[in-house]
């Protein structure tokens, strides 16, 4: 077969040049596409960067406060344990320091109750003493009465005896007799006189020991109101410091109960700021108050003992005083 001739057709520079233009502007689509599309991809992709640092500090920020987290909560656990032993240790001291004055408080109420019940026995003691030397002293008394009543009623049988015999002579010999008889007279007047200041004597003497003997016997009753005074004085403070003892102890029981199964934040904070050391102070102090007062009463027992004994020892000088003037006075008699 023939071959096929192909005509070049011959363009124009005009024709070139169009299509040189058109050549060179789809070449800059081309580039403006190209670039386009890269700008796209790089703003996807920084889209994507920033999405994948903004995720990665989220999980960062997120390990980190766990880590945080985590710390702070065994340092806090730490802090229990160590807070929680420390308490332990405290509670068990202060256990030891109450035991140590619950003993002594025993040991302050024995010696009270026995220091008491040695004022009772000697109290009765001294009260049967009194006792005894009243009913004596009355008996003596009364015996003195009739010693003295039976002395003058001799005494003046005796003055009207002398005085009968005295008028028996007859009127012839009055003359002979004056001067014997006016001694005789004088004798008995001398005598009758003597008697009654004696009887007055005796009068004001048994007056002044019954005076005694009644301001003995207040001054005992006085002293017995004054020691139950103070027995039921100090009994009443003995049940109130029992009581105040026995709260304390069961709200401290409490305390100690709920300390140990369940740690109380605001029991801490109390022990802490220095409560529980004002009720160990108050404890304390009513110890000491317990054993001032077992002083004070023994000092008080000790005065009313020697009270006691001054006044019997006072009634047994004035009956000592009472039995001797009878004897005086009868001794001083005439016969």
């Keep these: 077969m023939p071959r096929k001739v192909v005509k070049r057709v011959e363009m124009t520079k005009e024709e070139q040049l169009l299509q040189l233009q058109q050549k060179v502007q789809a070449d800059e689509e081309l580039a403006k596409k190209k670039e386009e599309t890269l700008q796209l991809f790089l703003k996807d992709k920084l889209q994507k960067e920033k999405r994948n640092t903004v995720m990665n500090q989220k999980k960062l920020d997120d390990g980190w406060w766990k880590s945080l987290r985590q710390l702070l909560e065994n340092e806090r656990h730490n802090d229990?344990?160590?807070?929680?032993?420390?308490?332990?240790?405290?509670?068990?001291?202060?256990?030891?320091?109450?035991?140590?004055?619950?003993?002594?408080?025993?040991?302050?109420?024995?010696?009270?109750?026995?220091?008491?019940?040695?004022?009772?026995?000697?109290?009765?003691h001294l009260s049967a003493r009194k006792d005894k030397w009243l009913k004596i002293r009355k008996q003596q008394r009364e015996d003195s009465l009739q010693e003295l009543q039976s002395a003058h009623i001799s005494n003046w049988m005796k003055m009207l005896d002398l005085q009968h015999r005295a008028s028996l002579p007859l009127q012839t010999d009055s003359d002979q007799t004056s001067g014997p008889k006016d001694l005789q007279t004088l004798s008995y007047e001398e005598l009758f006189?003597?008697?009654?200041?004696?009887?007055?004597?005796?009068?004001?003497?048994?007056?002044?020991?019954?005076?005694?003997?009644q301001h003995n016997s207040f001054q005992l009753d006085q002293m017995d109101q004054q020691i139950y005074d103070e027995r039921l004085q100090s009994d009443m403070r003995k049940m109130k410091r029992d009581i105040m003892l026995q709260l304390t102890h069961q709200i401290y029981s409490g305390r100690i109960e709920q300390a140990l199964t369940e740690p109380d934040p605001a029991f801490i904070s109390t022990r802490r700021t220095g409560r529980w050391h004002e009720v160990m102070d108050q404890l304390v102090r009513d110890n000491q108050a317990a054993r001032k007062e077992l002083s004070e009463l023994s000092i008080k027992s000790d005065a009313i003992t020697k009270k006691l004994q001054a006044i019997i020892s006072e009634g047994e000088r004035a009956l000592l005083a009472d039995e001797m003037s009878p004897k005086v006075n009868v001794s001083t008699s005439p016969q």
């Design 193 to 213: 006189r003597t008697l009654e200041t004696d009887i007055k004597d005796l009068e004001s003497t048994m007056l002044q020991n019954q005076e005694v003997h």
């Design 80 to 124: 229990r344990m160590v807070s929680q032993q420390t308490s332990e240790r405290k509670l068990d001291e202060q256990n030891s320091i109450i035991q140590r004055l619950r003993n002594s408080l025993q040991e302050a109420e024995h010696q009270e109750i026995e220091q008491q019940n040695c004022d009772l026995q000697h109290t009765e």
